[in-house]
């Protein structure tokens, strides 16, 4: 799909030396980016290297501090986002932006009819409109149902629908497969193929790096604020890509082929049963062990770790932690029994967002920072200094906002806390889901270094490279039950692959 480069075409969009800065800090510092009708444009970068900022600025939402852009060969006028719209510029952003009580047909209509400020609505003409675009793009949406009960696919698609109705010429695609099945992503990108060749120029935001390069034209990555790398996507690899977004060639992480598993299990599951979501699972866990979970969107993978958790408590079964055995009927429970929990969405489910980064990381062990009913400063900055600098998580300082801090960051700082806290068994729900190369080997490398101390690790994930990477066994759930396990040297790309897709 990756075709062939556009460069000898007149571009859609020229910004040329963007520079952007917030007080002392420089965001951007002389980028530039070329935009061609018909290609698909991979803007790739650690957390924090500037896309963000970049695409803020290509869209109207802020204003370049230095340098120029034009559109169609002549100098912009946008100021605000609605002016980049009227240029054909939009953005799909992670959250999509979606009105989950309104139609499909409504979410995808109701940008452009607003534009035309109009004092009344027409359902039927907004209807026919919304049509007409899913026919266009070839897809099977429902234009009736309501966007809450869609699928993260379909919304996906609602998105970019609408993007059209908006007449986008330049659609910036902000991590639209993060939270997708492979055969939901193989989909997306069929349909960005179709906007390619409908003539749109496609931005493409990713940090998996393999579906960018096979959708791909050209490619430009930033590190810290500065343009580092572009060219034809023909001349990278995932490999060269990561390179040029850290600065260092990655290290391959593999973990130890088995792990020993006579004694007592850290974790033992039993006869765990959800009704409508699993039934009778079984789990044995050991000291030392990182154990896949994985499956489907919809197998019960992550119903069994919230079960575990007693966040969504079991209907039977028990849970039991080294000597002691219970039903976990709240997080307390849980707690209480040695284990700890790092959720897939770190945003409404992990932190405090507006709360410093110091506060984040401290409350699961405030207790022991208290006594006679006041807080240890010293105690709470000694942990909180041991938290940054173990797992590197980047700051201007303890104090700042969570909501400061880039995506893997933020996973960080959830990370931090729960090693604070330092359970007996440690479970993540998609520990790397939405951060960038660098940051995924840091937070790995960093469980790898726990389990290596003796915590029992289990991650629910379908990343297949993560689970190859640190894994010495992996357990597949199919339809809420126990499937097929895959241990040690066995743990492979191509078996996981086929496994999930069987």
């Known amino acids: 799909m990756s075709g062939s480069s556009t460069a000898g075409t007149e571009p859609l969009l020229v910004a040329r030396d963007i520079r952007k800065q917030y007080g002392g800090v420089i965001a951007l510092d002389g980028v530039s980016l070329t935009l061609h009708a018909g290609e698909v444009h991979c803007l790739a970068g650690e957390n924090g290297s500037g896309k963000s900022t970049l695409i803020k600025i290509m869209s109207g939402v802020e204003v370049q501090s230095a340098g120029t852009i034009t559109v169609d060969g002549r100098p912009r006028a946008a100021q605000n986002p609605r002016d980049a719209m009227q240029e054909g510029i939009d953005v799909i952003f992670q959250d999509l932006a979606l009105f989950p009580n309104l139609t499909v047909a409504e979410n995808i209509a109701i940008t452009s009819v607003l534009a035309r400020r109009k004092r009344t609505v027409s359902l039927s003409a907004m209807r026919t409109r919304a049509a ?8 099977d949406l429902d234009i009736d149902a309501y966007v809450e009960d869609l699928t993260i696919a379909d919304r996906q698609l609602t ?19 993060t939270a997708l099945t492979r055969r939901e992503v193989d989909n997306l990108l069929v349909v ?14 990713s940090h998996k790096l393999d579906e960018v390069l096979a959708v791909s034209q050209r ?18 690899t995932p490999e060269s890509i990561s390179r040029a977004m850290t600065g260092r060639d990655l290290a391959e992480l593999t973990p130890t082929d088995t792990v020993r598993s006579e004694g007592r299990p850290a974790l033992s599951v039993q006869a765990l049963t959800l009704g409508g979501a699993f039934e009778a699972i079984d789990l044995d866990v050991h000291p030392g062990e990182i154990l896949g979970l994985t499956g489907l969107l919809g197998s019960g993978r992550t119903e069994i770790a919230e079960a575990i958790m007693g966040l969504a408590p079991a209907d039977s079964g028990t849970v039991t932690v ?6 976990v009927r709240s997080i307390r429970d849980a707690l209480d029994l040695g284990l700890g929990y790092v959720p ?3 945003l409404s489910q992990g932190l405090f967002i507006e709360r410093s980064i110091s506060d984040n990381m401290i409350v699961g062990t405030i207790a022991e920072q208290t006594k006679a009913g006041f807080i240890s400063r010293q105690k709470v900055d000694r942990e909180v200094s041991e938290g940054i600098a173990g797992l590197t998580i980047k700051a201007a300082s303890a104090q700042a906002p969570v909501s400061s801090l880039s995506g893997g960051n933020q996973q960080r700082v959830v990370l931090a806390r729960e090693l604070a806290r330092r359970p007996v068994v440690l479970l993540l729900n998609s520990p790397t889901v939405g951060v960038d190369v660098g940051s995924k080997e840091g937070i790995l490398e960093a469980l790898q270094a726990r389990a290596a101390e003796g915590m029992a690790i289990v991650i629910i994930s379908d990343d297949v490279s993560e689970l190859v990477s640190v894994c010495h066994r992996v357990v597949f759930i199919k339809r809420g039950r126990v499937g097929r396990s895959l241990t040690g040297s066995a743990i492979t790309v191509d078996d996981i692959t086929k496994e999930l897709a069987a």
């Open 192 to 205: 960005v193929e179709r906007l390619r060749a409908g003539g749109a120029a496609i931005v493409f935001v």
């Open 132 to 139: 007409a675009i899913v026919s266009e793009l070839g897809i």
């Open 219 to 236: 490619v430009t990555v930033l590190r810290n604020g500065s343009l580092v790398a572009e060219g034809d996507a023909a001349d990278f």
């Open 159 to 177: 998105a970019i629908c609408r993007s059209l109705a908006k007449r986008a010429r330049v659609i910036f695609m902000d991590e639209p497969t």
């Open 344 to 346: 897939g969405d770190r």
């Open 322 to 327: 080294g000597a002691r055995t219970q039903a």
